[in-house]
Nanobody
Framework: QVQLVESGGGLVQAGTSLRLSCLAS????????MAWYRQAPGKQRDLVAL???????NYADSVKGRFTISRDNAKNTVYLQMNSLKPEDTAVYYC???????????WGQGTQVTVSS
């Protein structure tokens, strides 16, 4: 079992920055992918950014150049640095981890990010 706890959301003005953190605990195998998804009201949950344990990174087109995903394997933590925030970034942001050995996905409880214009 794996537990994920997100932090760092909030209400900010457009053009400013936020950093989200996600701490993973439990049966975390060395091979995994950690990611951030987001879900706006009435919309599906979409991938924002992904980083694997061997360093592969992928971003949604809508956040390229503005968001940066990183991870600290020693702390089992993934971060999402969000710069130049826009009102359309408003959503609940969810942390996800996929354990390759078991192909199981785990989700955090989500953290609200609201960007005012």
């Amino acid at each position: 079992q794996v537990q994920l706890v997100e932090s760092g959301g909030g209400l900010v003005q457009a053009g400013t920055s936020l950093r989200l953190s996600c701490l993973a605990s439990g049966s975390i195998f060395s091979g995994n992918a950690m990611a951030w998804y987001r879900q706006a009201p009435g919309k599906q949950r979409d991938l924002v950014a992904l980083i694997t344990s061997d360093g592969y990174i992928n971003y949604a087109d809508s956040v390229k150049g503005r968001f940066t995903i990183s991870r600290d394997n020693a702390k089992n933590t993934v971060y999402l640095q969000m710069n130049s925030l826009k009102p359309e970034d408003t959503a609940v942001y969810y942390c996800n981890i996929r354990i390759w050995a078991t192909l199981r996905d785990y989700w955090g409880q989500g953290t609200q990010v609201t960007v005012s214009s």
